[in-house]
């Protein structure tokens, strides 16, 4: 090998390696610094005239789902699955919360009645409560232990299977983060 | 009224220090114009000395990338998110917190890739010292090409011998002809 074949080699490497490694990262998988922490704190005035504030629910296992009408077709394909699982935990300590983000209020509305959502939902003024959560898109649906941590992540669409795994997770009081 | 009272004061002290030797009317009135331009520049050196919030908002947007963006900065991205961000560092500069402060508030949130120059530890030295690493590479790059390209020059010059005398007379002749 040519010594020039060679200095091209050595220079273009690291450059190779470091382009490789940034373009093959999933931004969506970075885990949450907060996770481990205690959630941020938030209250959401409610599309029903109601408020929730996150304070009121410690003791409760928490799922919060950042949402938008639209977020096609990844906030229509988990719409169901939520609604069964909060149906499914809603008399066991369970409390589930959905954030509108960043939508028209008739669209959202629009979005509620045809899922036929019966847990608290509410819009995100000012995308206070996505910014709090560090959320980089929707959906993302984040769970809180009943210490008030938050427990784990999961960016894109949620099946019913993933939300009844950290629910049961949390519910029995598995230590273990992700 | 105040306007005539501060001119009376002036005519009179005028009065005095001309009795005085010296000071003329014509000189206070140069002082108080050079002293009103002064006072009039005064809050345009303030107002550079401390920038204002939206000239901070502007700067500690920049640091921050935009989440929804593909290498845009919280201050250059036209998203709505990017907008609200601008809001939350508008806010929390009102709350009198720290340009790091607020910083920090956006890396717990979103990790130390909201930042869109990495701080200057761990892995991240690799990218602030990989350049400095790699200069006297490129150097050494450049000096290698120089000495092969002066070597090669020098190679494909023709040897300066010694002209045959054959041909040296030869060419003599060409050229007393011309001539």
């Not at chain 1, 490497?13 to 999933?26: E, M, N, Q």
Request: proline share 6%; glycine share 8%.
């Amino acid at each position: 090998m040519s010594v020039k074949k060679f200095f091209i080699l050595v220079s273009a490497t690291p450059v190779l390696a470091l382009l490789a490694y940034g373009l093959s990262r999933d931004l969506g998988s970075f885990p949450s610094p907060l996770i481990g922490r205690e959630a941020p704190s938030f209250a959401l005035s409610l599309f029903d005239g109601g408020t929730f504030s996150l304070d009121e629910h410690r003791g409760k296992v928490v799922v919060i789902n950042v949402w938008a009408s639209w977020c096609i077709p990844a906030c229509y394909n988990e719409a169901p699955a939520l609604e069964a699982a909060w149906q499914r935990y809603r008399e066991r300590d369970v409390v589930f919360v959905g954030v509108n983000y960043q939508d028209r209020e008739a669209a959202a509305r629009e979005f509620l009645a045809r899922f036929r959502h019966t847990f608290p939902n509410g819009p995100d003024l000012g995308s206070r409560v996505s910014i709090a959560y560090g959320v980089r898109g929707v959906p993302e649906t984040f769970f809180i232990d009943r210490d008030g941590r938050l427990a784990h992540r999961h960016v894109g669409e949620i099946s019913f299977d993933v939300l009844m795994q950290q629910i049961e997770r949390l519910l029995n009081g598995a230590g273990g983060l992700s | 009224m105040m306007t005539r009272a501060i001119k009376g004061t002036i005519d009179a002290e005028n009065i005095v220090c001309s009795r005085d030797g010296g000071v003329t009317p014509r000189h206070l009135r140069w002082s108080v114009c050079i002293l009103a331009i002064v006072l009039s520049l005064m809050p345009c050196s303030l107002w550079a000395a401390a920038p204002d919030l939206e000239t901070l908002v502007r700067e500690i947007a920049q640091q921050l990338r935009c989440p929804v963006c593909q290498g845009l900065s919280v201050s250059d991205s036209p998203s709505e998110l990017a907008h609200e961000m601008r809001a939350v560092v508008r806010e929390q500069l009102q709350q009198g917190k720290t340009r790091q402060e607020i910083l920090d508030y956006f890396v717990q949130r979103y990790g130390e890739w909201i930042l869109l120059a990495p701080p200057k530890r761990g892995f991240n030295l690799v990218i602030w010292l990989l350049p400095f690493a790699l200069l006297p590479v490129g150097a050494l790059a450049v000096y290698a090409g120089t000495r092969r390209w002066v070597r090669n020059r020098q190679a494909a010059t023709p040897p300066s011998a010694a002209l045959d005398p054959r041909y040296a007379e030869r060419l003599q002749r060409e050229l007393d002809s011309y001539t």
